[in-house]
């Protein structure tokens, strides 16, 4: 079964809604789809492969796209502040922790400090998570979702053009438009060293805490 980035990020905080009090501000707060946006929202769900190809048969007003593009506005929004409300108390929490530790550590058995530390570490570990994600994986989440929403916006139109002009050859006129030399022609000086700066990257992403760490268990 194929599972999106949105749907990970839906489970997830179906997880946190269900575990936050009744009628908490976020689960009662968060925008719901209006039913006239139901279809729109469905076909966000699709690959861009597969929104290429069907774009053209889709027919949503102008209404509908703005609608769409407020409404992820506004969830994002609220992912986002739930996100680091939740970080915020997992900080406390810590420090909480901590200074009990501080307090304790001369009189505390090896037993206790070490469920303490174990509660310190788990904290931190779901601070960091809560922190990544509304840094980082929602706002890029909704950031597809409007990219989705731009290309069956404006993909037909632009794929008439394209046609036309791969027609008539004006495509040759564009900048970087000698397709057929690409591997062959240089774009910009030093290209070989795109190499390190993805192996850079790829290293950052590592350590940013989008790859969750291996911890013991406790």
């Known amino acids: 079964m194929k599972i999106n980035l949105r749907t ?11 575990f936050m009090p009744a009628g908490s501000y976020f689960a009662a707060s968060f925008p719901k789809t209006p039913s006239n946006l139901i279809e729109l929202d469905h076909e966000l769900q699709k690959s861009y492969l597969t929104l290429f190809r069907i ?19 506004k969830q994002k929004s609220e992912c986002v502040g739930a996100m680091k409300q939740n970080a915020d108390r997992y900080k406390s929490e810590i420090s909480h922790y901590e200074s009990h ?14 469920n303490i530390h174990c509660k310190i570490q788990n904290l931190r570990y779901e601070q960091a998570q809560a922190s990544v994600l509304g840094q980082h994986a929602i ?9 989705k929403l731009d290309l069956i ?10 046609k036309q002009e791969i027609a008539s050859g004006a495509y040759r006129n564009r900048r970087w438009g000698n397709v057929q030399d690409i ?10 060293d795109d190499i390190k700066m993805g192996e850079e990257a790829v290293k950052q992403f590592e350590t940013s805490g989008m790859k969750p ?6």
């Open 8 to 18: 990970c990020l839906a489970l997830f905080l179906a997880e946190i809604i269900l």
């Open 55 to 73: 774009s053209p048969s889709l027919h949503f007003t102008s209404d509908q796209i703005n609608q769409m593009q407020s409404l992820l506005q």
């Open 101 to 114: 530790l501080r307090k304790v550590t001369a009189t505390v058995t090896n037993k206790r400090r070490h």
């Open 139 to 147: 706002p890029i989440a909704y950031a597809n979702e409007k990219a």
């Open 153 to 162: 916006q404006n993909w037909p139109s632009d794929l008439i053009k394209i």
């Open 183 to 192: 591997g062959k022609r240089t774009i910009v000086p030093g290209q070989q």
């Open 213 to 218: 760490p291996v911890l013991t268990v406790c």
